[in-house]
């Protein structure tokens, strides 16, 4: 990324802080020195706040990923009972199974 920085009222294209650099004399070599400490430091809270966020990402997908499967399982379960409840005779021992399970899943994820 190229800016534009004044410097003793000349505008100097800035393609990196070695140009800063080479634009002031060298009674300005402190100068140059915190605008390059300063520069450096601005990209490395970037790098880092970037860092972040992917960090942020990948933890919120692997929250929608464990939910899903949570679901998915809950829905399996709930199909099973689904099945229990249509048949003629209802074996409640299936159904406390399998809702035990649901509980189970949900204790899991939560």
């Known amino acids: 990324m190229f800016e534009y920085v004044k410097i003793d009222d000349t505008k100097v294209l800035v393609t990196n802080t070695r140009d800063i650099v080479d634009e002031l004399s060298i009674n300005h070599y402190e100068i140059a020195n915190c605008l390059i400490n300063e520069i450096n430091l601005a990209y490395t809270e970037k790098e880092l706040q970037e860092k972040r966020i992917h ?15 949570a679901f ?37 994820v939560y």
């Open 72 to 108: 998915s399982d809950i829905l399996e379960e709930l199909k099973t009972i689904e099945s229990l409840m249509d048949s003629k005779r209802t074996n409640k021992v299936k159904v406390d199974k399998s809702l035990s399970q649901i509980h189970k899943i949900i204790s899991n």
């Open 55 to 69: 960090t942020d990402l990948e933890c919120y997908e692997a929250d929608l990923e464990a939910n899903r499967n």
